[in-house]
């Protein structure tokens, strides 16, 4: 990626399947992640960062599959993070090599509260090592991305160093991190300002930035720092990420093509210029935003800038009113140019299998003929609850049976729940075992889901605590899907589920079970590396 090619846009930096991962709860297997890549693809991202390889088995393997099958010639760069050590580096270069375009992307702590409590290393040290571990890096690949982290709160002339000995290194792309997002816009603009007027060679790299939401600044902050010359920005969908997350990939593309005329002259065009700023297809953004939600369980909230439930709705009179006699007078952009379908009736029971097929193209999903017949059979299970079935529930039905499984895990066979005011809550279960045994058990709870979700406990006898239950309905009206967003936990790690139907207990079963075989997978997992160890 050179800076001819890349001079006159922003490169758009997707760490969805990295720092997003790092959101509490957010934990996706490799089928997962691989799915979420695929779509970014279709995005359009310049470069997916995967993961960090070194951090566990899982992450090395998913760094791989994604180089392997998304890192292909005409796709988007493939990156990995590592910590400025040698092994780090060796790892992410291993994981890597099968993709087309590798990334290595090495960081280091430069603040001075870091270096005192975090890394306990000296300036000296530091500088010495970005210079010897981006060389490393280069060794491997002719990508290299450098971050100080905690750049923010860094002493600018030490910065400055550090930055010119990892571009005498081989660097070829600089990214500033807003680590703990502590910056303002106008901060933001000096600290880039400063780097491009006092670091050497500056213009022989691509300059990035990397802002985090902390004070809810982390577009603001991106955008301030695309004023000031940076041409890389790092975010993920959904703005996703460890805290409060980072920036919204879906706000900087948006902004730039909604505001164009306004950052054109900062990319050298004429104000009137309709060549896009980005090369993302907005058209997909809706489709991701939803895919990430439904994998990582994180709900989207309804006010959410671009893909929000309540984004494109007007619900004041006034607005109303505008609305319908010139949409401009209070939308500043289209619903379509998001990929986001209008909840128009377009199915019912009566529908034929080609017709599902056909409309499910028509909202950008390409299904395996095995995918087509379980989403079918289910659709016709809900359309004979419902009468009427919009986009939205097609996207609920489509996604809840595309759910990435894999062999091993629960299954459930039967859900009957009794309850009322007179009656004690009482739900009956009946499960299939990994091992293909079927299990049938009772219990009772203070409420129906309660019940339903002690019955299951007795049966899979996998120690958790529930943490979050939440629901929301899909469309309007009484027969709507309810989705059922459920978390749990276990020894500090959450694990996630979610499911749809028109019966929000049963919904909430499935969501259930489906957390539960996310940790059965997990401890799996780590029985299989300690007989590793052991071995």
Not at 9 to 34: C, H, M, W, Y
Not at 129 to 152: G, H, L, R, W
Not at 519 to 530: D, F, G, H, T
Request: aromatic share 6%.
């Amino acid at each position: 990626m050179s800076m001819e090619s890349t001079a006159d846009r922003i490169i758009i930096f997707d760490t969805t399947l990295r720092d997003g991962e790092q959101s509490p709860g957010a934990t996706l297997n490799v089928e997962e992640k691989l799915a979420i890549a695929h779509q970014l693809a279709l995005l359009g991202v310049d470069v997916i960062e995967a993961g960090f390889a070194v951090a566990s088995p899982g992450d090395f393997q998913a760094v791989k599959t994604i180089a392997e099958q998304v890192g292909t010639p005409d796709g988007p760069v493939i990156c990995s993070l590592a910590r400025a050590t040698r092994q780090d580096i060796q790892v992410a270069a291993e994981a890597l090599k099968g993709a087309a375009h590798p990334r290595i992307h090495t960081m280091i702590s430069t603040s001075d509260i870091h270096l005192q409590y975090q890394l306990k290393k000296t300036r000296s040290e530091v500088l010495a090592i970005t210079s010897e571990m981006v060389a490393y890096a280069k060794s491997f690949v002719d990508d290299v991305e450098f971050s100080p982290m905690d750049a923010s709160r860094t002493e600018p002339e030490f910065l400055y160093q550090v930055l010119e000995a990892a571009i005498a290194s081989g660097a070829t792309t600089i990214n500033i991190p807003d680590t703990v997002g502590y910056c303002t816009p106008k901060e933001m603009g000096n600290l880039i300002q400063g780097i491009r007027q006092n670091v050497p060679n500056i213009e022989r790299v691509i300059l990035s930035i990397h802002t985090q939401n902390d004070l809810g600044l982390a577009t603001a902050n991106a955008l301030a720092a695309i004023e000031n010359g940076v041409r890389q920005v790092e975010c993920t969908i959904n703005g996703i990420g460890e805290r409060a997350g980072n920036a919204a990939l879906e706000e900087i593309v948006m902004a730039l093509q909604v505001r164009k005329h306004y950052f054109n002259p900062y990319f050298g065009r004429t104000v009137d210029s309709d060549a896009p700023l980005t090369n993302i297809k907005t058209q997909e953004i809706y489709k991701t935003s939803s895919l990430v939600s439904q994998l990582t369980g994180m709900l989207i909230q309804p006010n959410k800038a671009i893909v929000g439930a309540n984004a494109f709705a007007h619900e004041s009179g006034i607005h109303q009113d505008g609305v319908i006699k010139h949409r401009q007078t209070y939308e500043i952009m289209e619903a379509a140019s998001i990929g986001l379908p209008e909840n128009k009736i377009v199915l019912g029971k009566h529908s034929g299998r080609n017709a599902f097929r056909t409309r499910l193209q028509e909202l950008g999903f390409e299904l395996s003929e095995a995918e087509l017949n379980k989403a079918f059979n289910r659709f016709k299970e809900v359309a004979d609850k419902k009468k009427e079935m919009s986009d939205w529930d097609l996207e609920a039905i489509v996604r809840d049976e595309t759910q990435m499984q894999v062999d091993s895990g629960y299954q459930i066979e039967q859900v009957q729940v009794i309850c009322g005011d007179c009656t004690c809550p009482t739900a009956t279960i009946t499960i299939v075992t990994p091992d293909g045994k079927i299990m049938t058990d009772a219990s009772v709870g203070t409420g129906p889901v309660d019940a339903v979700y002690q019955a299951i406990n007795r049966l899979v006898q996998i120690p958790n605590q529930l943490i979050e239950f939440s629901v929301q309905s899909v469309t309007g009206g009484i027969d709507a899907l309810g989705t059922v967003t459920i978390r749990l936990e276990y020894q500090g790690q959450i694990f996630s589920g979610q499911a749809s139907d028109t019966d929000i207990v049963v919904a909430a079963a499935y969501a259930y079970i489906n957390a539960v075989n996310r940790l059965y997978r997990y401890l799996e997992a780590q029985k299989s590396v300690l007989l590793t160890v052991d071995g």
